[in-house]
C-alpha cells in the first residue's frame, strides 16, 4: 500500500507507548527530541525507559493496558506479545481517528514510521511502507555519510538570507532562479571546507546577478547584510 509522506508537529502533543521493551523503547529520544509528551503504559520497562521517567523526561504507568487509556493521544505506538490487545489498541485509536501503530503488523498500522537523521534544519527520511525496514535503516546509514554538517550550515544561511531574497530579487520566478543556483553552485563545497568568505562571495555574485536594477527596488539592502550572514 502507497503511504503519502509528512512531517508532523508533535510539539505538546501526548503520545502514549504502550509496551517498553525492545524496538519501540527507539522510539522515545527522538518523540523527546520534537518535544513530544511521552506516556508509556506496561507493567515492566527497559532500563532506558525507567531512567527516562526517573529523570521526568516521560510518564511511566506500570500496569497493562486498559481501553480508555489512549484519551488525548495523538498517536500511538504497541508492542507488546499479546495480539488480543493490540486488536483492542487498534479498535480504541480507530475510533478516536488516532494515529496508530502496532509495530510489526501492518493491519493494525495507519502510519508507518521512517528512518531518519537530522542535519540541522535538514530532516532526511526514507521509508519503506512497513515492508522493510532494515532496508530504510541500511539506506539512512550510507545518506547519513555523504550529508555532511555543510547542509546545516547551508540551510541556517539560507533562512537568513531569504528575507534579502524576498525583498531585492523580482518576481517569483527569478527567487526561484536564485535559489536553485545557489545549490547548484560551489556554496555546498566551500562551507564543507569552512570557507566562509567564499561562501559570501558567491551569495554576493549570485545577489547582484538576480538583483533588478537598483531603482526598481523599495527601500534597497546594503551589501553589507549580505556579508554578514
Not at 70 to 93: C, K, Q, R, S, Y
Not at 94 to 110: E, F, H, S, T
Not at 163 to 168: G, K, N, T, V
Not at 199 to 207: K, M, P, Q
Request: proline fraction near 6%.
Amino acid at each position: 500500500m502507497k503511504t503519502y509522506p509528512i512531517n508532523l508537529v508533535l510539539q505538546d502533543r501526548l503520545v502514549i507507548l504502550v509496551g517498553a521493551q525492545g524496538e519501540i523503547v527507539h522510539k522515545i529520544p527522538g518523540l523527546l527530541e520534537v518535544g513530544a509528551r511521552v506516556r508509556v503504559i506496561a507493567p515492566s520497562a527497559a532500563p532506558a525507559v525507567m531512567e527516562h521517567a526517573r529523570t521526568g523526561e516521560i510518564e511511566w504507568l506500570p500496569r497493562r493496558y486498559r481501553p480508555g487509556d489512549l484519551v488525548g493521544a495523538a498517536m500511538v505506538f504497541a508492542a507488546t506479545n499479546d495480539p488480543a490487545v493490540h486488536d483492542l489498541i487498534w479498535a480504541e485509536g480507530i475510533a478516536n481517528q488516532q494515529l496508530v501503530n502496532v509495530m510489526d503488523v501492518l493491519d493494525r498500522c495507519n502510519f508507518h514510521g521512517v528512518a531518519t537523521f537530522r542535519r540541522g534544519l535538514l530532516t532526511v527520511a526514507i521509508g519503506t511502507s512497513g515492508a522493510a525496514p532494515a532496508l530504510a535503516v541500511t539506506l539512512r546509514r550510507r545518506l547519513e555519510a555523504e550529508i555532511g554538517p555543510e547542509y546545516a550550515a547551508f540551510l541556517e544561511h539560507a533562512q537568513a538570507l531569504r528575507p534579502i531574497i524576498q525583498q531585492r530579487i523580482q518576481p517569483f520566478r527569478r527567487r526561484v532562479e536564485f535559489w536553485y543556483a545557489l545549490v547548484e553552485s560551489e556554496a555546498l563545497a566551500t562551507l564543507q571546507r569552512g570557507d566562509e568568505a567564499e561562501f559570501a562571495r558567491i551569495v554576493g555574485d549570485l545577489l547582484n546577478a538576480y538583483t533588478q536594477p537598483v531603482a526598481a527596488i523599495p527601500q534597497p539592502i546594503s551589501e553589507s547584510a549580505v556579508a554578514v550572514l
